[in-house]
């Protein structure tokens, strides 16, 4: 390039010959405003992990690092049963008799995984799976659904679920594969 044609596109060259590839130096005033946004960014990530931080070592569930899980099942023999093998297992269990209430604790607790049953009376399994995973503060929370009617089980809700057990179903198999979704999902594992 000709240095009148150079001249008259508004480049310049520096020395070498080779055309100027980086853009201007920002003036003075625009690295402060660009310093103070990003100290605002920071000061608000900062603010919302201390306030999280605080909320988790709150929670009096989590025991030395446990995962929590959060058991959904209509039968209170069914939760009894689940809770007891699954704590002598290491989880941390919140159980809960209906899916109304499970979501409302999933958004409450961010468990590591939920164990939701399927058929429960007033919002079942599969309702309350749809509306987690709708919701961005729960879709992803791993559900593992079990149920003793694995032929009512919409696909939908066998998509939206981790895993699917037939109840009644092996409390080792139950805990080996609940143990394998949270290491996947988290790096305590």
């Avoid at 520096?14 to 003036?27: Q, R, S, Y």
């Avoid at 039968?75 to 008799?97: I, M």
């Avoid at 079990?146 to 037939?166: K, N, T």
Wanted: charge should be negative; hydrophobic fraction near 45%; glycine fraction near 8%.
């Amino acid at each position: 390039m000709s240095r009148k044609n150079r001249d008259e596109a508004g480049g310049s060259e520096p020395k070498g010959g080779a055309p100027a590839l980086l853009p201007p130096e920002p003036t003075t005033g625009e690295r402060i405003a660009a310093l103070r946004a990003a100290g605002e960014v920071l000061d608000s990530v900062l603010r919302d992990a201390r306030r999280s931080a605080r909320a988790y070592a709150a929670l009096p569930w989590r025991d030395g690092g446990a995962h929590l899980v959060l058991l959904v099942d209509d039968l209170p023999e069914a939760l009894d049963l689940y809770r007891t093998a699954l704590q002598s297992d290491g989880f941390s269990v919140v159980g809960v008799t209906d899916g109304a209430e499970a979501v409302e604790r999933a958004i409450a607790l961010r468990p590591d995984a939920i164990i939701m049953d399927f058929a429960m009376p007033g919002l079942d399994g599969g309702q309350a799976v749809r509306q987690l995973s709708a919701d961005s503060r729960t879709c992803s929370i791993p559900v593992l659904m079990i149920s003793a009617f694995a032929e009512r089980v919409p696909r939908d809700v066998r998509l939206g679920c981790a895993a699917f057990l037939a109840k009644p179903c092996d409390i080792d198999e139950l805990s080996g594969l609940l143990h394998l979704i949270v290491s996947v999902r988290s790096p305590r594992g």
